[in-house]
């Protein structure tokens, strides 16, 4: 008798193992798939520009998730168009192998996020990894490619957050110091300072500009 359990799918016969298996991987898909787009940069600015506004819980998270999604999706539409067209239309004809499939679709994906990644960042994971340096895309594994593309997405986030709070924290100086020199110590800056943040954030057409300045931001 066969230990080993299996579940009849379509007619063929699956190990267990593997249907547990592969449903973990589509339970940590979504974050894979965030890990390797745009995502993490976009949400991250758009978190620092909020705590900048001082506007705490608006727009709320929700919010911003959905402006963040949308705007990954903008981001990556080429590469989505690449993977559909070279790996899961040829699939979904039976004109590849799921193998395969997967191996075309990851070059893409790869160049993707190489064009977007500090080579110090590419550098120092092939070193962690003991993995010799290589200009083959198909010869670097996605656990090097990963995490340097996360590292650079990291670093450019805080610094365009840095910039992004220097405008705002001019006007907070200011208002301090106004409100200091009238005497008036008892009053909050930011509750004056917020108007006035909101006012130049409007003026200079700020989503705009935010948005435009992130979507260009990628290569």
Do not use: C, H
């Amino acid at each position: 008798m066969d230990t080993q359990s299996l579940i009849n799918i379509n007619g063929n016969s699956t190990p267990t193992l593997e249907i547990f298996l592969m449903l973990t991987v589509i339970s940590l898909l979504p974050s894979l798939l965030i890990m390797m787009t745009s995502f993490t940069r976009t949400i991250i600015i758009l978190s620092f520009v909020r705590n900048a506004l001082g506007v705490q819980q608006t727009p709320p998270n929700m919010v911003l998730v959905g402006i963040a999604l949308f705007l990954t999706l903008f981001i990556m539409q080429p590469v989505i168009s690449e993977i559909n067209t070279n790996a899961y239309k040829p699939y979904i004809a039976e004109e590849i192998t799921q193998q395969e499939a997967l191996d075309i679709a990851q070059v893409p994906l790869k160049e993707f996020m190489l064009r977007n990644t500090e080579k110090s960042s590419l550098n120092l994971f092939l070193d962690l990894s003991g993995k010799e340096k290589t200009q083959e895309i198909e010869e670097l594994p996605l656990t090097v490619v990963i995490p340097s593309f996360m590292t650079s997405e990291l670093k450019r986030a805080f610094m365009a957050g840095f910039l992004l709070y220097l405008p705002f924290l001019i006007i907070d100086i200011v208002v301090s110091s106004t409100l200091m020199s009238m005497g008036m110590m008892m009053l909050p800056p930011a509750m004056i300072s917020l108007p006035f943040k909101l006012l130049l954030f409007v003026t200079v057409n700020g989503w705009e500009l935010l948005f435009a300045s992130i979507a260009g931001s990628f290569n």
